[in-house]
């Protein structure tokens, strides 16, 4: 069957399938990290160590994010599928009886190999089953999935943990991948066109050298510190790579793993460039809100959760409208609305007090995720409807690449501005604190002292995280001024044929 007919009636029922499991897979990637202490206490290990647990899952997901294109072009998505969600439910049984840290890494780097194709696939097959003109309602869906299910995971974690072993974390989600591995071995059909192409194990090298490296260089930079060696030194290594890796891509490949040509298009350029900043953004609010509510607050882990569930739940409820209205009206509109929301409300967030009630949090926060669902897909969409279809799983893989990248950068770029702020404001509050009690005839007690360090370290905390939120909303204001240039596009005439594409047949297409 043809591109044309399949965009005439798609097929709901196996684009259904990999919504379960895109939504299963993004779920699981948020759950670990309240749980983090708990596997750290159980296994007696330090918290440098157990952090591998997130940071490792990340670098699998920057290292075979980039070769999805060439697996999407490949291999058939039904196989393609149930290989992901084969390795996926294999690492999530294996995590749920791990007896030791070790076999636990393990099952989560198995996790994340299957995870990491899964977006990617996903995305291209929405591409593919739908025309232009209903893209947006289409990709309005996926983001449901892709904001929604890693938004609630803090709340389910902190739940589960609060009641329950870590464990049962892995346990909930084993039987859902079960039930998504069956439907895609029963149901699932082939959309996507094929293609012969070739991968390059040199390209392959230096794409995991550079993105993994990067990623782990700029997640590290946040605990480590930017001047410490590991830190610059993978970074630097992984900038070298990159380098490389585009030069072999542009000059020396007829057919390149990741196509860096799409850049040619304006919009997806320019698509690319919006995300880039709102990623680095938006990682202020999902990184320093729990921060200020439970260290600085004293909230527990559940409450800081369920604080951010309506966010999550107005993102995934304005997902699907957000997709209709940018069918009708476009991406321009949206994004500067979503984006003036998102700057004011991320202003906002730097007034906050050590008395700000929880209920002004929650509309605050709910606010600002409002806004954020206006931009994300709406943009990503618009650049994508640029390119060739032949073009998409290139397009698809460069930005959710540069997502994994630009995630690990704002998650350390705000962390480092928080530090070294609250170092600073540690500083100047026990130096007034000292002076005044020089001036008090009678030394204070060890309680009184105890009590004012505290109240110093919380106030220097929250310094460092409403300056944090200042520099956040001068980001956003950047990809605000960066959406006034977006424009309307449609992708241009092609022609099937001359990708050589192959659509074998069974079901609906064949594998």
């Known amino acids: 069957m043809d591109i044309q007919s399949i965009q005439k009636k798609p097929p709901y029922g196996a684009i259904g399938i990999l919504f379960f499991g895109a939504f299963v897979s993004f779920l699981t990637n948020t759950l670990i990290n309240i749980a983090l202490p708990s596997i750290k206490e159980e296994f007696d290990i330090s918290m440098s160590t157990v952090q591998w647990l997130s940071t490792g899952y990340m670098l699998i997901n920057g290292i075979l994010i980039p070769t999805s294109a060439f697996f999407i072009q490949r291999i058939s998505n039904r196989k393609l599928l149930i290989t992901a969600l084969s390795l996926f439910t294999i690492g999530t049984l294996l995590a749920s009886i791990s007896p030791s840290f070790g076999i636990l890494l393990t099952g989560r780097m198995i996790q994340a190999s299957g995870s990491a194709i899964m977006m990617p696939l996903l995305m291209n097959v929405m591409l593919t089953a739908f025309p232009v003109e209903k893209r947006g309602t289409a990709m309005g869906f996926f983001g449901l999935v892709m904001i929604t299910a890693p938004a609630i995971g803090p709340t389910l974690s902190g739940y589960i943990i609060e009641h329950y072993s870590w464990r049962t974390l892995f346990d909930v989600v084993l039987p859902f991948a079960l039930i998504c591995l069956i ?20 390209s392959l090298i230096l794409s995991s050298i550079a993105f993994g490296s990067l990623l782990y260089g700029f997640s ?54 919006i995300s880039i900043v709102i990623s680095v953004s938006m990682f202020s609010g999902m990184i320093l809100t729990p921060m200020y509510v439970q260290i600085v607050r004293g909230i527990s882990p559940l409450d800081s959760g369920l604080l951010m569930l309506p966010g999550a739940l107005a993102m995934g409820i304005m997902s699907p ?61 618009n650049g994508m409807n640029q390119l060739p279809m032949q073009m998409n799983p290139h397009g698809t893989a460069m930005n959710n690449t540069l997502q994994q990248v630009s995630g690990a950068i704002g998650t350390a770029f705000m962390i480092t501005v928080m530090n070294k702020r609250t170092e600073s404001s540690a500083a100047e509050l026990a130096a007034n ?40 909303t001068f980001i956003a204001l950047l990809a605000l001024i960066l959406a006034f240039f977006i424009k309307r596009v449609k992708p241009p005439v092609q022609s099937m044929p001359d990708t050589k594409a192959v659509i074998k047949a069974k079901g609906v297409a064949t594998e």
């Open 183 to 202: 439907l895609a071995i029963f149901k699932m059909k082939n959309i996507t066109p094929l293609k012969s192409v070739h991968l390059d194990i040199l």
């Open 321 to 381: 409208i957000t997709g209709k209205l940018f069918d009708k009206y476009g991406a321009r509109v949206l994004a500067l609305v979503g984006l003036t929301i998102m700057i004011v409300t991320t202003y906002l967030f730097t007034d906050l007090t050590l008395e700000t009630s929880y209920m002004h949090l929650i509309w605050l926060y709910t606010f600002r995720m409002f806004g954020m669902s206006m931009v994300m897909m709406p943009v990503m969409t």
């Open 220 to 273: 590290s930079a946040g605990d480590k510190g930017w001047g410490a060696p590991i830190v610059y030194g993978t970074i630097s290594l992984g900038f070298v790579a990159l380098v490389l890796f585009i030069i072999r891509q542009l000059f020396f490949l007829k057919e390149p793993m990741l196509e860096f040509r799409i850049y040619k298009h304006p919009m997806f350029a320019l698509s690319s460039a």
């Open 433 to 472: 604190a000292k002076a005044s009690m020089g001036t008090n005839a009678t030394p204070p007690s060890a309680e009184a002292v105890a009590e004012m360090q505290q109240h110093i370290m919380h106030q220097a905390m929250l310094d460092g995280i409403t300056h944090a939120f200042l520099i956040s």
